[in-house]
């Protein structure tokens, strides 16, 4: 039998043979080498040194021992198909059987073989498993296209780190594992957890995106999976919760990292079982949904101290995504600035003004803790105060300075041989910058606790909320831990 391909490409086809016997991996290796020259066969005679092997150079295809110390053949399986989920993996045992056969395929094997091996199958195995091998590459190829040109509302940036985060979503969006995603607060967690849905299997079912601490801690549970008449004063009728209403799709348990151990223990089981037990119920109704939980925090650290379950860290973290903050992405700042620009003056029914190159670099400088969130915030307060058609440096320093407000914007008025705004207009302007000053120094001397902040200031918690909002200031950005959205969604707005 002829190698599959002949061209220049099949130079770089790699396959990787594992079993604890040397001499009978290198012997089918040279086996497969003799009827396959262009193919690189790497062997390995252990699980780890395969992951290795594969995490260097990656491969198409894997043919693996079922029973090997340390790691056996199904544990590597999974292993594989979690970094590499379009290479092709056969299963080789001298055990075989129907169950144990049927067991690697749904666990994501390609095929299964029993020794001894007849060299033709072994031959048509090989060569089937790198035409698949190629078409999964070539449909995973056409999907990171199609992302790039759907995420551009969602993703913008073309840097690096962006980029490999798009073909991150492409590869873990085509399986069915849980998803932990990791990332500073404000980088676009919630984001991401769409698009994985969107671009996976379950696009046509529901997606629930559950802020979790937003909810109390009492409510929570019963918000997740339900509860039935009479089970507590107050519940007059059946709630089927959020894991019943995703069935077949997708929830978002956004910020997992806060939630109680009490309730740890029940998405444990949850995870572990497919099932959920409503509050009040002796009985418990399956369901089938893929949970994509996500973290600003050191759920590592959490663990250690008791605050977090192991088990449940383990369940959560099948698959894991980080997605880069802004500080190591700074060439998509100017990209992104533009695209939250944009965005600002269509809620706000303006023109949208230029940048000026300087702008761009006092931007592009800015260490931005509070990553898309904070940049949108500064970015809205620009459009704000913005009276013309350029947004220059003088407009920077009015804004978020106001020790050098009266004196840029006279030095501005000067140069430009304009006469003076209006009394009323200029004291606007100062009373406005101000305000954005004193409320800036406000939350973040109280770390984003709105009533702390209004019985500082004097002021109702209503009052200081209307203020927020007229100035476009996000009190999540202020605190340690936010409470609320963690991106923009298609319209550039918080959800």
Known sequence: MKSPQTSEEAIAIRMVIVDDEQDFAQGLARLITGNFPRIRVAVCTSGKQALQEMAERPAQLMITDLRMPEMGGMHLLAETLKHHPD????????????????QALHNGAYDFLTKPIEPEHLFRVVEKGLERSRLLRENSRLQQVVIRQDTREELVGEGPAIQRLRSTITTVARSEYTVLIRGESGTGKEVTARLIHR???????????VDCPSIPENLLESELFGYVKGAFTGADRDHRGLFVAADGGTIHLDEIGDISPPIQAKLLRCLQHGEVR????????????????????????????????EDLFYRLNVLSITIPPIRDRIEDIPLLARHLLNCACREAGISEPEMTPDVMQWLSNR????????LQNVIRRLSVFCNGELI??????????TS???????????????????YKD?????????????????????????????????????AL???????GIDVASYRGHSTQADALNTNGKHR
Request: hydrophobic share 45%.
């Open 199 to 209: 671009f996976g299997p379950r696009a046509a079912k529901p997606f629930l995106a």
């Open 392 to 401: 220059d440096m003088d407009l920077v320093r009015r804004v978020f300075n």
């Open 278 to 309: 409503p509050i009040g119920s002796s009985q418990t109704c399956h369901v089938d949904v893929r949970v994509i939980a996500s973290t600003n925090r050191d759920l590592e650290a959490a663990m250690k101290s008791g605050l977090f379950r």
């Open 404 to 422: 050098h407000m009266p004196q840029a914007q006279a030095t501005d008025e000067h140069r430009s041989g304009q006469p003076p705004a209006s």
């Open 367 to 374: 260490p931005w803790p509070g990553n898309v969130r904070e």
């Open 426 to 462: 200029a004291k606007a302007t100062v009373v406005n910058a101000f305000t954005l000053n004193y409320v800036e120094q406000l939350l973040t001397a109280t770390g984003g606790n709105v009533s702390e902040a209004a019985r500082i200031a004097g002021l109702s918690r209503v």
């Open 465 to 471: 909320q209307k203020i927020f909002a007229r100035l």
């Open 87 to 102: 290479i092709s993996v056969v299963v080789l045992s001298a055990y075989g059987t129907v169950e144990t056969a049927v």
